[in-house]
């Protein structure tokens, strides 16, 4: 397709004659055509968030939106311990299962994706931590000091017991591909409060199951797509490559995206239906933007020892706090998955893997509970930490035989969250006295993002994007706000 201010010229020849370090030539590994970091597409034709029907142009696209009715939450930090964390051996003790151990359940086992057998009892103490008496595991002994802050859901359930769809599920309320983000959904209907970062941010050491489809826009303007940080890299110049182009100054950057916004603007004129442009032209603009603050952002030396002595080593304390210096810099939504594929998949030596992933992550997560609360942020900051579903009560076979670990288990497991507008030191619904299944107050997923778009202002049943002659949303067609769980 010739460019109509140079004929014979495609729009990529021009983008490459331009030379701007932030197209081709600087971020196009970051803001490029891979969906890692979320290029945006097209602003196409579709509500905001109160209904109405005209579509926001790409440059305000991000810009802060009204909200249906007041927000408790202006943020939200996903801890995200992919792989499915057991129920029973972290935030939902059942102490029934050692008087059955190497026996059968007397109810069955249910149907899961590998054949199990019979109670393993968990290897990890319980006890009693707060004025609320909430039991936590001892792998979580840290993140239990803040008992009283924390509402545990413990009749989660979700459709089918495997990865990919249960991650889809958690993340973007549908089991199958091309369906928006939840953070996606956040950032299309508040925007941010920070022009020069993304509002929306997934940070993984690799690529967890299913891997972009949990942070993509899908059939939403490209805008509110996820970007995506790999943070097995530990230097701010290597987790956002591209950000710097050594070769041009940034005088000179601004002079070439003006003359490239300029022919972007001819022509677009003359293709009004792509609406591919605006959003690419946004995404120039960012990225501009973002040179200096995303690498202050990612910058966790700037922090006191105190405070880097206070999250403690390694990648998943770097995440944690890398997440609070986002919020506090206005980003909207902040996904932080454990790690690459599925860590907590422990099918087995329950005993050993999660010990270790739970030392992986306590002390951080205990920290960042603390850090918010000190900075003022814990009220207005969403925590969410869970799995896409929890394991099984009994024992997985292998070949036939009893293991040491567990299978997926989708028919109940446990969430918490913390922060806005949440009751802290609550527990609320409960699973059989085994843990298999949720049998008392159950909460669906849909009613998980029910209830956090309800804490964040919205009417889940409003925030809706007409695509393919539908009205699609988060929710799906179902959904129910957990009362109960807030304060």
Wanted: net charge neutral; glycine share 10%; charged share 25%.
């Amino acid at each position: 397709m010739d460019h109509p201010a140079h004929p014979g010229m495609t729009r990529r020849q021009a983008l490459r004659q331009a030379g701007t370090g932030l197209g081709l030539l600087g971020l196009v590994g970051v803001l490029g055509d891979s969906g890692l970091l979320g290029a945006p597409a097209a602003m196409a034709a579709g509500p905001d968030a109160a209904g109405a029907s005209p579509a926001l142009a790409a440059k305000d696209a991000l810009a802060a939106h009204a909200t249906h009715f007041p927000a408790r939450a202006k943020h939200v930090i996903h801890i995200y311990l992919n792989g499915g964390p057991s129920q029973v051996d972290t935030f939902d003790p059942k102490p029934l299962l050692r008087r059955y151990e190497g026996r059968m359940l007397p109810q069955g086992n249910l149907s899961t994706e590998r054949k199990t057998g019979t109670a393993l009892p968990s290897p990890f103490r319980f006890r009693k931590y707060g004025q609320s008496g909430l039991e936590v595991s001892e792998i979580f002994a840290r993140t239990a000091a803040h008992a009283d802050d924390l509402c545990v859901i413990r009749s989660m359930h979700a459709n089918t017991p495997n990865h990919e769809q249960s991650m889809r599920l958690m993340n973007c309320g549908d089991e199958r591909l091309s369906r928006p983000s939840m953070g996606a959904w956040l950032t299309y209907g508040m925007g941010t409060d920070n022009a020069n970062l993304p509002g929306f941010i997934a940070m993984c050491p690799g690529l967890p199951v299913a891997d972009v489809s949990n942070w993509r826009s899908a059939f939403l303007p490209g805008v509110y797509q996820g970007t995506y940080i790999d943070t097995r890299k530990d230097k701010t110049d290597e987790l956002i490559e591209n950000i710097r182009n050594p070769a041009v100054s940034k005088a000179d950057q601004r002079r070439q995206l003006d003359l490239l916004a300029t022919l972007n603007r001819r022509h677009q004129e003359r293709r009004a239906e792509d609406d591919n442009l605006e959003a690419r032209i946004a995404s120039f603009e960012l990225a501009y933007r973002m040179q200096m603050s995303a690498t202050d952002a990612f910058d966790v030396g700037q922090e006191p020892e105190s405070i880097r002595e206070m999250y403690g080593p390694g990648v998943q304390a770097r995440q944690l706090l890398i997440a609070r210096r986002l919020v506090e810099r206005g980003v909207r939504f902040v996904q932080l998955f454990h790690g690459d594929v599925q860590p907590w998949d422990s099918h087995d030596n329950i005993a050993g893997a999660h010990r270790q992933l739970g030392l992986e992550c306590d002390r951080a997560i205990a920290a960042l509970l603390t850090d918010l609360k000190q900075r003022g942020l814990f009220e207005e900051t969403l925590v969410l930490c869970g799995g896409e579903f929890g394991r099984t009560p009994s024992v997985e076979l292998v070949n036939g035989k009893p293991g040491m670990g567990r299978d997926h288990n989708h028919w109940g497991f446990s969430v918490w969250l913390a922060g806005a507008g949440v009751k802290g030191g609550h527990v609320h619904g409960a699973t059989d006295e085994f843990g298999y299944k949720a049998v008392e107050s159950p909460v669906h997923v849909h009613d998980l993002h029910a209830t956090m778009l309800h804490l964040l202002g919205f009417d889940h049943t409003r925030l809706t994007y007409r695509y393919a002659g539908r009205d699609f949303r988060l929710t799906d067609v179902s959904g129910e706000i957990v009362r109960d769980i807030l304060a």
